[in-house]
């Protein structure tokens, strides 16, 4: 009896010990279960990565494609455009004031060039890129500096004046620019052409641009001593306070906003915010009232026969 209990218990050991007397757990079977899940979700998940990544390679290229296509035509090419590069005050001579407009003449914008004539009032002399400065008002002219800058002599009161009540509003103005001399346009505008060759265009072509980029000696507003550029002559001066006091207060002493915005083929100037120009308080606020820039002005005045 007792060999044959010793010999059971023998035999039950050894089956635990070799694995033959039990059967596989179940916690076994379900590690494997587990792992095939895991594998499973982790194939899913590529699959859907990969299908998520081709949808946003393909709305992109649609995306690019329409710009491509529509935005050419939304926002016009380069000739539709006109180009202006402003000009930091930097202290240096600035040369690409007054800067001429490609944009066509209707018939009456040419009939006004044509038939405006000069008028004996000093502060109405007219000048722009197809109206020469008459050398009968530069004789007549005195050129004094004030505020650090030349000017005709005629304006520096009614400047003062302007310029002590923006002050006492709590407006900066400051001039960046106001008279310059027939020969020192005659040099920007040499320069311009000089570099224009050396760039590698001919002759024709060089004076040609720099006609455009530079008003030639004697058809600058700066030649006549009335005219001032304000606050560092940038497109940005329209955003300003100082630009708003000047639209609502300028006319008040006699100066209006030269090159206004929309006026472009009238004046044959890009619209200039910062460039102010002296006609005389009664002319400046006419001026004002009718929203007429100084060419449409002359040629109101001429038609009234005054």
Same mark, same amino acid.
């Given at each position: 009896m007792r060999s044959n209990y010793h010999n059971k218990r023998r035999s039950s050991f050894t089956s635990k010990r070799s694995g033959t007397g039990r059967k596989k757990s179940s916690g076994f079977t379900r590690s494997r279960?587990? $792992?095939?899940?895991?594998?499973?979700?982790?194939?899913a998940f590529r699959m859907r990565s990969k299908i998520r990544l081709a949808i946003g390679c393909t709305v992109t290229a649609a995306v690019l494609l329409c710009g491509f296509v529509f935005l050419p035509g939304?926002?016009?090419?380069?000739?539709?455009?006109?180009? &202006?590069h402003p000009v930091e005050s930097t202290g240096e001579i600035q040369d690409t004031w007054e800067q001429t407009t490609s944009l066509e003449e209707t018939p009456k914008d040419e009939e006004l060039c044509l038939n405006i004539r000069q008028r004996s009032e000093?502060?109405?002399?007219? /000048?722009?890129? $197809? /109206?020469?400065?008459?050398?009968?008002?530069?004789?007549s002219s005195q050129i004094v500096t004030a505020f650090e800058m030349e000017m005709d002599s005629r304006i520096e009161k009614p400047y003062t004046q302007m310029y002590?009540?923006?002050v006492k509003d709590g407006i900066s103005l400051w001039i960046s620019s106001c008279y310059r001399s027939k020969e020192l346009q005659k040099e920007l505008y040499e320069r311009e052409i000089e570099e224009? /060759?050396?760039?590698?265009?001919?002759?024709?072509?060089a004076t040609a641009a720099a006609d455009v980029a530079v008003a030639r000696p004697g058809y600058s507003e700066h030649n006549t001593g009335?005219?001032?550029? &304000?606050?560092? /002559?940038?497109?940005d001066f329209e955003n300003t306070k100082a630009f708003q006091w000047l639209q609502e207060n300028a006319a008040d002493y006699g100066f209006v906003l030269r090159f206004p915005k929309g006026k472009e083929s009238i004046t044959h100037i890009m619209y200039e915010p910062w460039h102010y120009r002296y006609v005389g308080v009664e002319h400046a606020q006419k001026m004002k009232e009718l929203d007429m820039c100084l060419e449409e002005y002359l040629y109101y005045l001429q038609e009234k026969g005054e």
């Amino acid at each position: 009896m007792r060999s044959n209990y010793h010999n059971k218990r023998r035999s039950s050991f050894t089956s635990k010990r070799s694995g033959t007397g039990r059967k596989k757990s179940s916690g076994f079977t379900r590690s494997r279960k587990c $792992k095939r899940k895991r594998i499973g979700s982790y194939e899913a998940f590529r699959m859907r990565s990969k299908i998520r990544l081709a949808i946003g390679c393909t709305v992109t290229a649609a995306v690019l494609l329409c710009g491509f296509v529509f935005l050419p035509g939304l926002f016009g090419g380069k000739d539709d455009q006109m180009s &202006f590069h402003p000009v930091e005050s930097t202290g240096e001579i600035q040369d690409t004031w007054e800067q001429t407009t490609s944009l066509e003449e209707t018939p009456k914008d040419e009939e006004l060039c044509l038939n405006i004539r000069q008028r004996s009032e000093w502060n109405l002399v007219l /000048v722009n890129p $197809k /109206v020469e400065l008459p050398e009968s008002y530069l004789s007549s002219s005195q050129i004094v500096t004030a505020f650090e800058m030349e000017m005709d002599s005629r304006i520096e009161k009614p400047y003062t004046q302007m310029y002590k009540a923006a002050v006492k509003d709590g407006i900066s103005l400051w001039i960046s620019s106001c008279y310059r001399s027939k020969e020192l346009q005659k040099e920007l505008y040499e320069r311009e052409i000089e570099e224009n /060759v050396k760039s590698g265009m001919s002759q024709e072509e060089a004076t040609a641009a720099a006609d455009v980029a530079v008003a030639r000696p004697g058809y600058s507003e700066h030649n006549t001593g009335l005219a001032i550029d &304000f606050n560092g /002559v940038t497109m940005d001066f329209e955003n300003t306070k100082a630009f708003q006091w000047l639209q609502e207060n300028a006319a008040d002493y006699g100066f209006v906003l030269r090159f206004p915005k929309g006026k472009e083929s009238i004046t044959h100037i890009m619209y200039e915010p910062w460039h102010y120009r002296y006609v005389g308080v009664e002319h400046a606020q006419k001026m004002k009232e009718l929203d007429m820039c100084l060419e449409e002005y002359l040629y109101y005045l001429q038609e009234k026969g005054e």
